[in-house]
């Protein structure tokens, strides 16, 4: 299989989590599952090189789980995935299943058809026996010949051996219905009548039929979530960018990765993998790194990988040090970007694997 179509192949992340999703060049939107991207309005979208992208979700269609998504930037580059002209695959069929598991990398797993029509909660989907796990919702399965003949969907958790993907068909039949699509705004599409539904409604304005619940529910930040996002605006960073997960966040400031999460319910920590030790003429690296004053950070070792982290209680967020503590938040980025350099120059230390590369 050609490696140049999974670069069309893109993490989702937001506040609640990860997915995947996939480019179509012809509509320029990506596509995933609905339960992806549920409550949110506002995702970042991820390559492979961990550039990421800012998103907002356009089109939801939660009875066929699926949603498509608009991205901020130049997609032209990457190569079109065709859809499958055949509606069903065949038992015994090999499939490619691509994305991000668990939030980990990108990776495929290949497998089997292993039933075309399994038939789960009232809808037909594709059954291969290839590893799927969380994470790889709303990602491409592919056959033989790079067409797209489902959309990963993970159905049940602790089996083995047992993916699911529904079919090209769906995503055919919704994507021939969005000609007159704005995407500039949030829709909801009605699964009995087609029609895109963009104020809050409770029933279809058109034929009455009652939509999901909380279908235009938004999620809310936690009000410790809102103070982490004042101090990652405050770097010059889109907190949308940031987020992957509950309370948790991964970026770059210049060529420094930032870390910022909640440990244990009880602390925040921010942290960055600065630089590793170099192989020769220890002392003075180590030596500087003993007797520095860089507070209210320290520095860490862990291996031959140098940190430096900032760590406070959470009561102290919430408490008369609250605006101490986010300055400190957002100077520890800056601090991070000037040290990676200094190490680098001043002892010879080579730049984390975790280091953004082009900013170097």
Known sequence: MEQNIFKAVYKVNHAGGSGSCFYLKNYDLFVTNYHVVEGFREV?????????????????????????????????????????????????????????????????????????????????????????????????????????????????????????????????????????????????QCNSCDEFISEEEEYCPSCGDKLPENVFKERTLTDLAVFCEEAIEAMGINPVLARVGYESWVFHKGSSEIRMFVYNRQYLFCTSPLNVLPKKNLEPVLSYLLNADVRPYQFGLDGNQIYISYRVHISDVFSEYGEEVQKNLTNMAFKADELDNYLADTFGCEFSEYAKKDAI
């Open 44 to 188: 970042a979208l991820q390559d492979n090189d961990k550039n990421r992208f800012y998103a907002r979700v356009v089109l939801v269609n939660p009875a066929r789980d699926i949603a498509l998504l608009k991205a901020d930037g130049d997609f032209s580059a990457l190569p079109e995935i065709a859809l499958s002209a055949l509606d069903e695959v065949s038992i015994g069929q090999r499939i490619n299943v691509a994305g991000y598991p668990f939030g980990m990398p990108f990776t495929v797993t290949e497998g089997t058809v292993s039933s075309p029509r399994q038939l789960m909660n009232d809808s037909y989907y594709i059954q291969t026996d290839a590893a799927v796990n969380p994470g790889n919702s709303g990602g491409p399965m592919f056959n033989d010949s790079n067409e797209l003949v489902a959309i990963t969907v993970s159905k049940l958790n602790n089996a083995d051996n047992m993916g699911f993907g529904i079919p090209v068909a769906s995503l055919r039949e919704l994507l021939e219905q969005i000609a007159d699509l704005d995407t500039s705004i949030f829709n909801v």
